[in-house]
């Protein structure tokens, strides 16, 4: 898979198959690249305050072929700049190997620095 966390450019009227367009950009979904990018985007929530939450699994592969050549994080993306704002990677006491994280919640509280997921 060339690029994991892709969007569709909806102003534009196609027939057939759209584009499917890195986001933010190719360099952002490197797999492997576990500081710099997102190898495995698995979900993703927008919340109130215009950022993209993303949870990255960090395997490739699929059945006995599945690799795990980044820990699993939390990536989140301010969507007016469209850059990274965040990364949390879930330390490996806290994942378990034989099992899979199938999902993410947002809360935001009071104020948009007051969230979490």
């Known amino acids: 898979i060339p690029a994991t966390l892709t969007y569709i450019n909806m102003d534009h009227s196609v027939t057939g198959s759209p584009e499917l367009i890195p986001y933010p950009d190719w360099k952002a979904n490197t797999a492997g690249d576990c500081a710099n990018s ?3 985007a698995y ?5 109130e305050c ?5 949870l ?7 059945g006995n072929t599945t690799t795990n050549p980044c820990p699993y994080s939390v990536n989140v993306f301010d969507l007016t700049t469209d850059t990274r704002i965040r990364r949390y990677e879930l330390p490996a006491t806290d ?4 099992t899979f994280i199938a999902n ?3 809360d935001v509280g009071k104020t948009c620095d007051d969230a979490y997921a």
Do not use: S, Y
């Open 56 to 62: 990255d699994t960090g395997t490739v592969g699929i």
């Open 43 to 47: 979900r993703i929530k927008v919340d």
């Open 50 to 54: 215009g950022r993209l939450w993303v």
């Open 104 to 106: 993410i919640a947002v």
């Open 38 to 40: 997102i190898t495995t």
């Open 95 to 98: 994942t378990n190997p034989n």
